[in-house]
């Protein structure tokens, strides 16, 4: 976890606010390791919350908006995964129903 934190030093150095996802069941270790170690500096939410909060806005908070909602999401969240990431395994094999 040391290098997720320097990065967000890094990320702070630069400017950007800093989020940090985690999975829900780490998420109070993670705001409290967050506190100390860049105290109230970084902004520490559950993946589930924050997707969840995300999808809702994109679907503009309807039934009908919630699969383009949910595929613009995932289009988003590869196109970050793929600019910044060595790591291409993190990015989410768009469903077939979801796609265009």
């Not at 030093?9 to 993670?30: I, K, T």
């Not at 699969?67 to 990431?85: C, K, M």
């Amino acid at each position: 976890m040391s290098g997720v934190y320097e990065r967000c030093r890094r990320n702070l150095a630069e400017g950007l606010r800093v989020y940090l996802l985690v999975p829900d069941r780490s998420l109070q270790g993670a705001k409290q390791n967050a506190e100390l170690e860049l105290p109230a500096r970084v902004s520490v939410e559950s993946i589930e919350t924050f997707v969840s909060q995300n999808l809702e806005e994109l679907s503009d908070f309807s039934a009908k908006g919630l699969a383009s909602g949910f595929r613009r999401l995932l289009e988003t969240y590869n196109e970050r995964v793929d600019r910044v990431e060595t790591d291409k395994s993190m990015m989410i094999d768009i469903p077939r129903n979801l796609r265009r």
